[in-house]
Every structure is written in structure tokens, then in C-alpha cells.
Nanobody, 126 residues
Framework: QVRLVESGGGSVEAGGSLRLSCVVS????????MAWFRQAPGKDREFVAA????????GYSNSVKGRFTISRDRGKSTVYLEMNSLKPEDTALYYC???????????????????WGLGTQVTVFS
């Protein structure tokens, strides 16, 4: 079965850093673009970052650009989200998502992603 398992969340002081991991199994990792979304209580799911299936293209929301970095490791079938200069507004449940594609590029809309992890909580306090 397809599994996306996030890890690395936790509680961190504002200004700190955290690295999230998403281990993927049950699919051919190189055929999927990957993304991170987040959702705070009472709010809609929000795009954070995406990476193309080959890793040659990335995209970020304006709110995290310059602070977060998405990457992927083919050998480990894992996608990462390096988060720096964290702010209380970054507090949310962070989800990893996968989208099968025959072409490159990224997607930012959550509805195009078929597979999702269960999320990992990130809490930033001041």
C-alpha cells in the first residue's frame, strides 16, 4: 500500500529551526512531484512548498519563501522541508503529499495531490 509518513515536528521557540521528513513507500518515488501543505485549526489547508519529480524545480508560498527549503532524496524515497527563522504563524499540522505525473514542474493546489500523509505537528512559541 502507498504510505507517506511524516516526522520531525515538534515545539520550537520563534527564530528556531526544524527539519521535517516524509518517507514514501508503495509507489515509484521518481514518478511523483511532492509537496508540503499545512493546516492550522479552523483554517483551510495552505500550500507551503513543492518540488518536481526530478528535483529540478521548486516553489514556495510567499509566507515561507527565503526561510524554508524543500528537497528530495531518491535513494531514501524521502522529501524534506528545512524550516528556518520560524514564526508563531508557522504553527500548524504539516502534511506531505504526492502527485503522479508524466511531466515536470510543480503544482500548488491541494486537490491535484492524490496521496497524503497523516501530518506532523509544528508548534512555534514566542
Amino acid at each position: 500500500q502507498v504510505r507517506l509518513v511524516e516526522s520531525g515536528g515538534g515545539s520550537v521557540e520563534a527564530g528556531g529551526s526544524l527539519r521535517l521528513s516524509c518517507v514514501v513507500s508503495g509507489l515509484t518515488f521518481s514518478q511523483y512531484r511532492m509537496a508540503w501543505f499545512r493546516q492550522a485549526p479552523g483554517k483551510d489547508r495552505e500550500f507551503v512548498a513543492a518540488i518536481s519529480k526530478s528535483g529540478d524545480a521548486t516553489g514556495y508560498s510567499n509566507s515561507v519563501k527565503g526561510r524554508f527549503t524543500i528537497s528530495r532524496d531518491r535513494g531514501k524515497s524521502t522529501v524534506y522541508l528545512e524550516m528556518n527563522s520560524l514564526k508563531p504563524e508557522d504553527t500548524a499540522l504539516y502534511y506531505c503529499a504526492a502527485d503522479y505525473t508524466l511531466v515536470g514542474g510543480i503544482q500548488t493546489a491541494p486537490n491535484v495531490y492524490k496521496y497524503w500523509g497523516l501530518g506532523t505537528q509544528v508548534t512555534v512559541f514566542s
